[in-house]
């Protein structure tokens, strides 16, 4: 964006225009982003580039403005706010910038933002645990509990349990769902206190009721294996569907499994394919492989045997065993069923590279003539 001037004033403002764009020339102009910001009778166009020469130089733009510092604050905060947006569009590196400007300025979520950003892209668990702390300092209910994952799994510090339990279960109890679904979860496997399956699930049901989608998941569960509470089919059907509704992918796959079993529900192999499918498709490999079963066995949807080889495939690229065995189980039927079939190309290297683009070389050289193949339809 080209000649954009940093700050535009109205009234108590009394800070310079600087035009970086004119300054630094066209070219490193266009780099720029911008935005508008009215707080009142205050107006601010901010404007950021990944150049850390302007960074500072808009971070002391903005520090050095005289106005309230409470203002100052509501803007670090809707700029944490522009950065969150950019942050969940995967513009990293705009987000960071944005960030690293507002945690300097006060706004507490930019600190947890910081540490997300260390952690998840980063892999720098050092840095994440000192956002993490910084932010967690000052109350950050969120930043609590990745703070004591921190601990939990000794990133960036020593492991500590105990402190593991004290933020989370501080946050919890000051009604972050989240932090409630965790705690469930350490009651769930005994992690930093004793293994209690009914605590898991009361403060799954709180986290649930204030709408963590994989805590309605993990409650589903509860219901579905009679874990800490008395087996109801329904019941996790119930919410299986309300996670399900939130876009939790666990929760396809066992709405899936509900339908094709008939449990909790009117068995329904169409509406099975349809929940594998979705589960599927966001990479669950339990779903993968139960889509493959419809596919070969004609379950909900037309057999195809090629298409159940291409999910068994997937499901054994993220290391379902029992994908590998269903393909090897499924090539080695039709070995020798087709053995004396001819197919519709005779062609040694086009049915090895056949084999190579469905498995991605997952089970080595190509196993057999090309007419042991002929039933995938070529």
């Known amino acids: 964006m080209a000649n954009t001037s940093t700050v535009h004033i109205k009234t108590d403002f009394d800070c310079k225009v600087y035009d970086y764009g004119q300054e630094l020339g ?175 699930v009361e403060w799954y049901i709180k986290a649930a009721k204030q709408g963590d989608a994989m805590a309605q998941y993990d409650l589903g569960k509860c219901y579905y294996y009679g874990n800490g509470i008395e087996k109801n089919f329904a019941k996790a059907v119930e919410w299986f569907t309300k996670a399900a509704e939130l876009g939790n992918k666990y929760a396809f796959c066992h709405l899936g499994e509900c339908y094709y079993f008939g449990n909790g529900v009117k068995k329904d192999f169409t509406k099975a394919v349809e929940w594998f499918t979705k589960a599927a498709e966001q990479g669950n490999a339990t779903a993968q492989y139960n889509l493959g079963v419809c596919y070969e066995n004609g379950y909900g949807i037309e057999k195809n045997l090629r298409k159940a080889l291409e999910w068994y495939e997937k499901a054994a690229s993220l290391g379902c065993e029992d994908g590998k065995k269903q393909i090897n189980k499924i090539l080695s039927k039709n070995k020798t069923s087709n053995h004396k079939k001819r197919c519709p190309f005779n062609d040694w290297n086009l049915g090895r590279e056949t084999w190579d683009a469905m498995t991605d070389g997952m089970y080595g050289d190509y196993p057999g003539s090309v007419d042991d193949y002929g039933f995938l339809g070529y």
Not at 89 to 96: G, I, Q
């Open 26 to 200: 066209t070219t490193k102009a266009d780099t720029f982003c911008s935005f508008e910001l009215r707080k009142g009778e205050h107006e601010l166009t901010f404007v950021y580039t990944k150049d850390e020469s302007i960074l500072k130089a808009i971070t002391y733009e903005v520090k050095d403005a005289n106005c309230d510092y409470r203002l100052i604050v509501e803007i670090a905060e809707t700029i944490c706010d522009k950065a969150k947006q950019l942050y969940n569009l995967k513009d990293y590196s705009s987000a960071f910038a944005l960030f690293t400007i507002t945690a300097e300025k006060g706004c507490d979520k930019a600190s947890y933002y910081l540490g997300r950003y260390y952690c998840e892209e980063k892999n720098d668990k050092i840095q994440a645990f000192k956002h993490f702390q910084i932010s967690a300092n000052k109350g950050d209910l969120e930043a609590k509990v990745c703070l004591g994952c921190c601990y939990k799994n000794g990133y960036g510090t020593n492991i500590n349990l105990n402190k593991t339990i004290e933020l989370t279960l501080d946050a919890a109890n000051k009604g972050n769902e989240r932090a409630m679904r965790v705690i469930g979860f350490y009651y769930e496997e005994g992690i930093g206190v004793e293994k209690d399956l009914t605590k898991a």
